[in-house]
């Protein structure tokens, strides 16, 4: 558990440098930068669920923790997702 902590921290504090990076690239190349930050925060959470497969497949994540984190990480992921594709679509109507 400790391990996972560890491992979600440090995605966390690696989205929080980046974004910066990521956001002044998307802003000088015409690119909305809600865009670009849907897209990171999509890309980080895919390494998180890889991070936990990887875990799990080490035997640093019991079954039933594996499973309670990947659903919390996929339900993220789709929310991202979402949101991405309500970006692109632009308003409706």
């Known amino acids: 558990m ?13 989205a929080f440098v980046l974004r910066p990076l990521l956001v002044g690239d998307a802003a000088e190349a015409g690119e909305d930068p809600r865009l670009a930050d849907l897209e990171a925060r999509k890309e980080a959470k895919y390494r998180e669920i890889r991070d936990a497969e990887l875990d799990h497949a080490a035997g640093k994540l019991s079954e039933e923790d594996y499973r ?18 309500e970006l692109r679509e632009g308003p409706a109507g």
């Open 2 to 14: 400790e391990v996972l902590f560890g491992a979600l921290l440090l995605a966390l504090v690696a």
């Open 68 to 85: 309670r984190q990947n659903a919390e990480l996929r339900r993220e992921a789709i929310e991202i997702l979402d949101e991405l594709g």
